[in-house]
């Protein structure tokens, strides 16, 4: 007797059961080569299934090549399909692990750069999506054009050079998926082992991360409250591009000023290179309209990125790309080669979302809602640590920096923090020289509720006063 273990509380076809235990016990050698196997009507009655579920998954193995039928004599174990140390993968739990990291916890996570998900405008994106998808010609549902469709990168030029001083003919525009797919077709398009890049330190992480894997070293040139110290930049350099957060510097917050712009366009031009512009929020600018994009100065040698994963939502994975003109048909290629285009009816969608003045109404909406809170946060920290802390980066954005007084941010402390129902991300993630930003936190409090945000800062005072 064929003994097989069904389970018919578990959402897995019994076909399927069948068929892969049999399968399982052929691969590691239980059932060997020439094994015969039960009839179909037997194993049905043994397992009280139905003939057909048996049938079935004979037919799937036998098209496999597990089994085989001798006319008249039954169905049999082919041979070679012994697979030698045939193991299951073990998949670790942590692979599981929900990426929300307050859903199923008690635990306040001030992770920077997430907007308030809640009041993403579904209503308005279910109603353009319908209209799209009922209106779109049969083309659009095929092969698209790598720098994305016209109707956005056109929609796209007029409302960066309204809201952002951005100057741009819409062929200069590639749609990404996101801001990391244009941060990597930017490493690819120029980088190699042994170039370099000069980038402000601190600077996230993960874009020295994109950057470093295509084989460059990173130069770092600190920043301050204003953000990078162009005074610093290297004479005795050559880098293939110098990479900025000019409006917003991440994460300490400080806005370029305009003597600075000029003294990084100035250093550009001098040593042949490009300047990458990282835009990543400034769109929520809480003192004054939004500061203009360094692009607006540099035409021929600003390279200029943004997303609408702050402004709107981290899951439309859209961003943008926008070249000065000698380097369109190259980065169009690599945007081809990585994965031919970027959806199209979400492209059209979002152009429409756009053109109708939905992205500008619910900027001017969320900004209300991110300054409040903010000040919330700022207010809560002033209260709780009062003289021990200084504020950076408040100006602009969904975090500010906090710098305590005699109190440094170990990895040991890190995870102490946890146990207060707090996550913290510290500074010095993301510095490039070490050992310089060790007192300082990064507060994200975009997807806080105020009643969070309270939560939060009296449980970081509890954790910081705790220290031995």
Not at 147 to 163: D, I, N
Not at 180 to 200: H, N, P, W, Y
Not at 406 to 432: N, Q, T, W
Request: proline share 6%.
């Amino acid at each position: 007797m064929l003994w097989i273990p069904i389970n018919r509380s578990v959402d897995i076809p019994l076909i399927r059961q069948v068929y892969q235990h049999i399968r399982e016990r052929i691969l590691n050698g239980e059932l060997h080569a020439g094994y015969k196997l039960p009839s179909t009507r037997e194993l049905a009655s043994d397992l009280d299934v139905s003939r057909n579920v048996i049938l079935e998954a004979y037919d799937q193995l036998l098209a496999e090549g597990f089994i085989e039928t001798r006319r008249g004599s039954g169905t049999f174990v082919a041979a070679g399909t012994y697979l030698t140390e045939h193991k299951k993968m073990h998949v670790p739990s942590s692979v599981y692990r929900c990426q929300d990291e307050n859903k199923h916890s008690n635990v306040i996570s001030f992770r920077s750069g997430i907007p308030e998900l809640d009041l993403f405008p579904r209503k308005t994106w279910a109603k353009l999506s319908y209209s799209i998808w009922n209106e779109a010609s049969p083309s659009a549902f095929g092969y698209d054009i790598p720098e994305g469709r016209p109707e956005l990168r056109e929609v796209l030029s007029r409302y960066l050079l309204k809201t952002r001083g951005v100057y741009c003919h819409p062929e200069q525009l590639v749609i990404t998926s996101g801001a990391t797919q244009a941060l990597t077709l930017v490493a690819k398009l120029f980088l190699s082992a042994g170039d370099e890049v000069i980038m402000e330190d601190p600077i996230t992480n993960d874009i020295q991360m994109i950057f470093a894997s295509q084989g460059a070293s990173l130069y770092p040139v600190p920043v301050d409250e204003h953000g990078m110290k162009t005074f610093l930049l290297p004479e005795n350099k050559s880098p293939k591009f110098v990479f900025v957060t000019p409006s917003h510097q991440f994460p300490l917050g400080g806005t370029l000023p305009i003597q600075r712009r000029i003294e990084l366009i100035n250093y550009a031009r001098e040593v042949g290179s490009y300047i990458v512009e990282d835009d990543y929020d400034s769109e929520f600018r809480y003192e004054g309209p939004p500061v203009s994009s360094l692009q607006g100065l540099e035409l021929e040698r600003v390279i200029y990125i943004g997303s609408f994963s702050k402004i709107l939502s981290p899951a439309l994975r859209m961003g943008y790309i926008i070249l000065p003109p000698q380097l369109i048909e190259s980065c169009r290629r690599l945007k081809w080669f990585t994965d031919l285009h970027t959806p199209s009816l979400d492209q059209l969608i979002l152009a429409r979302f756009i053109d109708e003045g939905y992205l500008e109404r619910h900027i001017a909406r969320m900004k209300k809602l991110y300054r409040s809170r903010r000040d919330v946060l700022i207010r809560c920290l002033k209260t709780t640590f009062s003289e021990q802390i200084k504020i950076f980066g408040e100006s602009t954005g969904l975090h500010l920096v906090v710098e305590f007084q005699g109190c440094l941010f170990s990895k040991e402390v890190l995870e102490k923090m946890l146990y207060f129902g707090i996550r913290i991300y510290p500074v010095e993630d993301h510095a490039i020289e070490k050992g310089r930003h060790n007192n300082r936190l990064i507060l994200g409090y975009g997807h806080l509720k105020p009643e969070e945000i309270e939560e939060g800062i009296a449980r970081l005072h509890q954790a910081v006063a705790s220290r031995p």
